[in-house]
Structures are given as structure tokens and as C-alpha cells.
Antibody
Framework: QVQLVQSGAEVKKPGASVKVSCKAS????????IHWLRQAPGQGLEWMGW????????NYAQKFQGWVTMTTDTSISTAYMELRRLRSADTALYYC???????????WGPGATVTVSS | QSVLTQPPSVSGAPGQRVTISCTGS?????????VHWYQQLPGTAPKLLIY???NRPSGVPDRFSGSKSGTSASLAITGLQAEDEADYYC????????????FGGGTKLTVL
């Protein structure tokens, strides 16, 4: 079946970086954009950006420009999101989701918890 | 501060009809971009509920419907059921942000 499987929970110190993976299966990976979003505890959804797996073109939310890097490895149908210079405010559940043709994010990963604590 | 504005909470009794509004501007909903709605049950990832303003993905009950007019959109839920208690988010795109994705702040639906 179509699914996105994300990497496990991470605990990082302030100032460190984290790289979260999102492995796709059950569909043609290059046929859909991959979005990254996050949700802080008790808060709403925050969009971080998208990547087009076939071209590697990215579109980051203004807040995350210079701070996040999204990449893909099409040989293993996996997308990655790296966030640098972590602060406690980056503690959140990080989701990947796919979308095609501005038709909404129809498949979501389960989320990966990132905790930033000294 | 979210680009799209939703009421923080709505409530209704089982069997009733509730609506959730999503207000944007001329650079997002008013610019003709699609509006999508997501349902997030407690402890789970969001699920696409309505796409392209008013379309339901396979498996979504027809109790859920979406509409769009001008710079706003609405999600309606009829025949409210206990399992509908969740957070609901609207989402669109914004031309002033290079076509970036924008979300509403979310609405908590309580079934009384």
C-alpha cells in the first residue's frame, strides 16, 4: 500500500542539527512533491517547505530559509529534511506528506519526534 | 499568526450540523487557489478530508462537504458523530509568498 515511513525519535542538544528521513513505498516516488511540516506540542501545523524529487527543486517557507535543507535520494525513494542550529522551540513532531498538482497532501508519514534539550 | 483564519473551536450535539470557516485574502483563497481541509484525530497524523475546495477523497463520508466563495472557504459536517471530534485545518497557497503553502490555525471540534 501507499505509505511514507519516517525515521525514529531524536533527542538533540541546542545548536546541533537533525536529519529526518521519509521513505516512500507503493507509488512512483518521482511523481509527487514531498512536503515537510511540523507541529509543536499543543500547536497547529506549520509548513516548512517542499521538494520536487524529480528535479531536486525546493521551495522553503521564508522562516526556514538558510536554516533547513531538503533533499531526496530517488534510488531509494527517500526524502530527507535537515534542520540546523536547533533551539528548544524546534521541539516538535515533524511530518512528511506527498502532494501532486496542488490537490492536497493525501498521504502523510506518522511523524518523527525531535526533542531539543540541554 | 496564521495566514488563514479559523475559529479556535466549534461544538455541536450528535446529529447536528456544524460549519468551520476559513478566511483568507486576495493573495491566497481569493486568488483562485484550491482550499483543502484536513482532519487530525488525537495522537494521529492529519488526514486529507476535502481537496480542491469541495472534493472528497475515497472513503470520506458524504457528511463532510466543502465550499469556497471569494476569499473564504467553509467545511460543513452534517449528522455529527462522536468520532468527528478532532482538530480541523484548512490549507491553501499564497502568491505573495512565492506560491508557498499556508494553513489556518486549526479548529477544535467538540461533540457535546
Amino acid at each position: 500500500q501507499v505509505q511514507l515511513v519516517q525515521s525514529g525519535a531524536e533527542v538533540k542538544k541546542p545548536g546541533a542539527s537533525v536529519k529526518v528521513s521519509c521513505k516512500a513505498s507503493g507509488y512512483t516516488f518521482t511523481g509527487y512533491f514531498i512536503h515537510w511540516l511540523r507541529q509543536a506540542p499543543g500547536q497547529g501545523l506549520e509548513w516548512m517547505g517542499w521538494i520536487n524529487p524529480i528535479s531536486g527543486v525546493t521551495n522553503y517557507a521564508q522562516k526556514f530559509q538558510g536554516w533547513v535543507t531538503m533533499t531526496t535520494d530517488t534510488s531509494i525513494s527517500t526524502a530527507y529534511m535537515e534542520l540546523r542550529r536547533l533551539r528548544s522551540a524546534d521541539t516538535a513532531l515533524y511530518y512528511c506528506a506527498r502532494e501532486r498538482y496542488l490537490n492536497g497532501m493525501d498521504v502523510w508519514g506518522p511523524g518523527a519526534t525531535v526533542t531539543v534539550s540541554s | 499568526q496564521s495566514v488563514l483564519t479559523q475559529p479556535p473551536s466549534v461544538s455541536g450535539a450528535p446529529g447536528q450540523r456544524v460549519t468551520i470557516s476559513c478566511t483568507g485574502s486576495s493573495s491566497n483563497i481569493g486568488a483562485g487557489y484550491n482550499v483543502h481541509w484536513y482532519q487530525q484525530l488525537p495522537g494521529t497524523a492529519p488526514k486529507l478530508l476535502i481537496y480542491g475546495n469541495s472534493n472528497r477523497p475515497s472513503g470520506v463520508p458524504d457528511r463532510f462537504s466543502g465550499s469556497k466563495s471569494g476569499t473564504s472557504a467553509s467545511l460543513a459536517i452534517t449528522g455529527l458523530q462522536a468520532e468527528d471530534e478532532a482538530d480541523y485545518y484548512c490549507q491553501s497557497y499564497d502568491s505573495s509568498l512565492s506560491g508557498s503553502v499556508v494553513f489556518g490555525g486549526g479548529t477544535k471540534l467538540t461533540v457535546l
